[in-house]
């Protein structure tokens, strides 16, 4: 039987570990959960097997692809991917290629019988016991695959977080138990479970001793937050989050309108910490539609809640997930969809056309609307939606946004680039010693997909923040 939890603390490396000072590479598919747990397979690796990430493919010694079962045709996706890893194994017969995330869960030995050059398949919810699955391929000589469900363990097997810059991910629940029909979540990904209030805030505070100023909470319902035997909630963790010296700004995603109280409304109007900002999923403005999808609420349940956070905080700008075409849905139905839109404003949206998940409830539908008619039907939502998004674009123009410095711009190095609130890049000149500050920067134009800005100070956090 193989350790769970063998991760040795850093720097006490077995001498017998055959991967000691190799590389390692991941390719991520998918959510800011799997960026999250892209992150984590890097720490678990590099705390036990010393293994250092590298840029590309071809340098690594280790190939992991972390899959994601959401967009179409993921599988094939992903054996696309590990066709052309293949041959970076023929070449060099010691690379070790693995496949995680939730494609993985849901094919569990199918991947290593399709091809049987993958050395280790894994599920979200086993990226822990990567170190023990390398040892036994290697040691072994055979692939592993580990595709269980614990929950708790997890989070206990995990080493301390390594911070990469101003920003960081922090997973707070797993799993999802709304089963949206269309949705391959909770087959994959299990049930919600939340991790301990302490295990967060002390993950938070290792993060904001490596230079973090931002957390992202991450859940697939992230907002269901709720940890068995502690009597906390989601909005007592927003106000737990806030309390921590040297967090200055905090975003989630993506929470679900149902599982919204009135605390978590109130919130944006109690923590001048919390952005402006919520991405809240409607998926249709038809009522019949969100039956069939099994989102336990209706447009006007959404239109009020919308309401509810425009109260608390009147600048809040709101994002949205779309799928254009579900089973059975007609004009009437995508005119609602468009007249939702028109209601809400929406700053940005994910909008998709619908394809059916194997595994899915809604796979079993007819899926009855013309591929052409679900084309014309998204491009006329996005078409919509940019215009809205151009419009809040325009509408910044002048005024003067806290921006967190990320980076040197793509583009020209001697610029600066960095998130607004409402969670816009903005390109401006700045010195690089002011990366992973929050600065004022007034922003002088609206580019398609970036702002254009200039500094109001040369030191940061001179203005208060501007929503």
């Not at 690594?60 to 052309?84: H, M, P, W, Y």
Request: net charge neutral.
């Amino acid at each position: 039987m193989i350790d769970i939890c063998s991760i040795p603390p850093s720097g006490l490396v077995p001498p017998e570990d055959l991967m000691l000072g190799r590389k390692l590479y991941i390719k991520t598919l998918g959510c800011q959960m799997n960026e999250y747990d892209s992150a984590r397979m890097a720490d678990v690796l590099a705390a036990s097997h010393g293994l250092n990430t590298v840029a590309t493919p071809e340098e690594a010694d280790v190939l992991l692809l972390n899959t994601c079962s959401i967009r179409e045709k993921a599988q094939e996706k992903v054996f696309s991917q590990l066709g052309r890893w293949r041959t970076l194994k023929v070449d060099r017969p010691g690379v070790v290629i693995g496949v995680g995330g939730c494609v993985a869960s849901q094919e569990g030995e199918a991947i290593q019988q399709r091809a049987p050059y993958v050395d280790m398949v894994f599920g979200p919810q086993t990226l822990h016991r990567l170190p023990a699955l390398l040892d036994e391929t290697i040691k072994a000589r055979q692939a592993v695959i580990d595709v269980s469900f614990p929950e708790i363990e997890k989070f206990d097997c995990l080493p301390a977080p390594r911070a990469k810059g101003a920003s960081a991910y922090v997973s707070i629940m797993e799993g999802c138990s709304r089963y949206c029909t269309f949705c391959i979540v909770p087959y994959t990904r299990g049930q919600e479970f939340s991790r301990q209030v302490n295990d967060i805030i002390n993950e938070i505070r290792h993060l904001v001793d490596q230079g973090v100023r931002e957390v992202t909470l991450l859940g697939q319902t992230v907002n269901a937050y709720r940890p068995v035997d502690d009597d906390c909630d989601f909005a007592l963790l927003l106000h737990h989050v806030s309390a921590i010296t040297g967090i200055e700004r905090i975003r989630f995603t993506s929470p679900h309108p149902m599982e919204f109280n009135q605390a978590a409304v109130e919130a944006f109007a109690e923590l001048p910490k919390l952005v402006s900002h919520c991405h809240l999923p409607v998926q249709s403005g038809a009522d019949r539609i969100l039956r069939k999808m099994n989102r336990g609420h209706d447009a006007s349940d959404y239109l009020a809640l919308v309401q509810a956070l425009r109260r608390a905080q009147p600048d809040i700008s709101l994002t949205s997930d779309f799928i254009v075409g579900f089973p059975g849905e007609t004009e009437a139905d995508f005119l609602a969809t468009l007249n939702l839109v028109e209601q809400v404003r929406f700053d940005g949206a994910y909008s998709f056309i619908y394809s059916a998940r194997p595994g899915t409830p809604a796979a079993a539908l007819p899926d009855d609307v013309p591929l052409s008619e679900k084309k014309h039907r998204l491009s006329t939502l996005q078409t919509r939606l940019a215009g809205l998004h151009s419009d809040y674009s325009e509408a910044m123009v002048g005024t003067v946004q806290r921006v967190l410095v990320k980076r040197t711009s793509r583009r020209n190095t001697r610029e600066l680039a960095g998130r607004t609130p409402n969670n816009r890049v903005v390109n401006f000149p700045g010195s690089p010693r002011l990366i992973g500050q929050l600065v004022d920067v007034k922003i002088t134009k609206a580019m398609p997909n970036s702002l254009r800005g200039e500094l109001i100070s040369d030191e940061p956090g001179t203005l208060p923040v501007a929503c």
